[in-house]
Each structure stands twice: as structure tokens, then as C-alpha cells.
């Protein structure tokens, strides 16, 4: 990790791979291991109605783990009701999303923890509202980026597509990537981890086992392994 707080962003190949457990499993072995970590996430569609207002699933879960407790506003500042593309969302609810606006946010949400994880939406390019995209804010602030790889059929190309536009901008290196066994009838799962081994140019950091419902305990412990290289 790096910056000031050590800050690590957490994206994948898609949505749908994980990327929430293992940003959750990461804030709590970090906090297991003694260091105030904090999870975060900018951006959030898909949200329940509740007396405090909107509420993300996701969200919820890293602010649950967050240590020292933060308000959910501050853990995820921008949250949209329907389930669809943040920029879409964003667009409907009259909320634009810019790049300035998120950089002021980090620096207010950051500043009473020793680690952060920042949980993007979806994929890496996500568009933002009214423009740029969710990869603007790791980029600017140079944080590196964790990739999460669904092992599943298409994994390949999405991983490699991904890993290209990391390393394309040079400005946020890429961290490693974990891969996640979400899809128990994939076939040849290990021949498909060996071959992003060579796609992504190193190993894994970790390989969270397929797992119904998601374990945060089991992946924390996958996890745990990884954190020294992390760190």
C-alpha cells in the first residue's frame, strides 16, 4: 500500500466478482492484525430505503468492519436507489460524481486510520457523472490496485483487458490480484489460475475457495497470508 494512509483500491474484472469480500476479509485482517484500517466505498448503486436513508448492502459491510467507527455518509458518500450503473444513477438523481468532489471526500475520510481499502464499482473504467471514469481517483491519488479476478469462463480476457489499463496509465501500479472461485462448475479452474499467472505476470496473492453464502472468516484468512506483500 501507499500515500499517506496506505491506501489500497480494490477493483475486478467485473461486477459480480467478489470485489466485497474481499475489500470486508482485507479492512478486518488488517484490523486483526493491529492496524486502524478503514473501508471504503465512493460510490454505490442499488440501495434499500431506510429511516436514515439510503443504504448499500456493500457499504454497510465495510463500515461494519471499519476501525475507528466512521458515519456511513463518510464511508460512502454517494449512494443511489436503483441497481443499475452508477454514472446512469447518478444522472437520474441530478448528482453529478466529479473527480474534484471525491478527491475532497478521501482527504476528510481518511485522515484517522492507519489503512484504508476503497472498493470501486463494478469494473475498472466505470464512467463517472457527468465524465472520467471511477479509475480517476485511484490514478490521481496514485493508490495501487488490487484486481479481483472471478475464475470463471471469460475470466481470461477480462483480466488481461484489465491489467493492460492499469498498467497503460502508470500512475496507479498494479498491487496484485486475488483470485476469487466464484463459479463451483467452472471447468478446469487450477489450469485457468495457471494460465492468468502468465496473463497477469505473477502469482496470486491469494485464491479464495468457492464458498455458499461468502465466508468473510475464510477469506480473511486467505488473506492474511498476502498482507506483508501488501503492506
Not at 476479509?25 to 430505503?49: D, E, F, H, I, Q
Not at 496509465?169 to 467452472?186: E, K, L, S, V
Not at 465466508?215 to 488473506?223: F, K, N, S
Request: glycine share 8%; hydrophobic share 45%.
Amino acid at each position: 500500500m501507499s500515500g499517506p494512509q496506505r491506501a489500497l483500491y480494490v477493483t475486478g474484472t467485473d461486477t459480480g466478482v467478489g470485489k466485497t469480500l474481499v475489500a470486508v476479509a482485507l479492512v478486518r485482517a488488517l484490523n486483526a492484525a493491529g492496524l486502524r484500517t478503514r473501508g471504503l466505498k465512493p460510490l454505490a448503486s442499488g440501495a434499500m430505503r431506510t429511516p436514515q436513508g439510503l443504504r448499500n448492502a456493500d457499504a454497510l459491510a465495510l463500515q461494519t468492519e471499519g476501525r475507528p467507527p466512521a458515519p456511513y455518509e463518510l464511508v460512502n458518500p454517494f449512494c443511489f436507489e436503483p441497481a443499475i450503473a452508477p454514472h446512469l444513477a447518478a444522472a437520474e438523481a441530478g448528482v453529478p460524481t466529479p473527480l474534484a468532489t471525491l478527491l475532497d471526500w478521501y482527504a476528510q475520510a481518511t485522515r484517522d486510520c492507519d489503512r484504508v481499502v476503497i472498493e470501486g464499482a463494478g469494473g475498472w473504467r466505470v464512467p463517472l457523472h457527468p465524465e472520467g471514469y471511477t479509475s480517476n481517483l485511484p490514478e490521481a491519488l496514485r493508490l495501487p490496485v488490487l484486481l479481483v479476478v472471478g475464475v470463471r469462463l471469460g475470466c481470461l480476457n477480462h483480466a488481461r483487458l484489465t491489467f493492460e489499463a492499469i498498467r497503460a496509465a502508470r500512475r496507479a501500479p498494479f498491487a496484485g490480484w486475488i483470485a476469487n472461485r466464484i463459479d463451483p462448475t467452472a471447468e478446469r479452474a487450477q489450469d485457468n489460475i495457471a494460465t492468468l499467472e502468465r496473463l497477469l505476470e505473477c502469482p496470486p496473492l491469494a485464491v479464495i475457495p468457492w464458498l455458499s453464502p461468502p465466508d468473510t472468516d475464510v477469506a480473511a484468512r486467505a488473506l492474511a497470508k498476502a498482507l506483508d506483500r501488501l503492506r
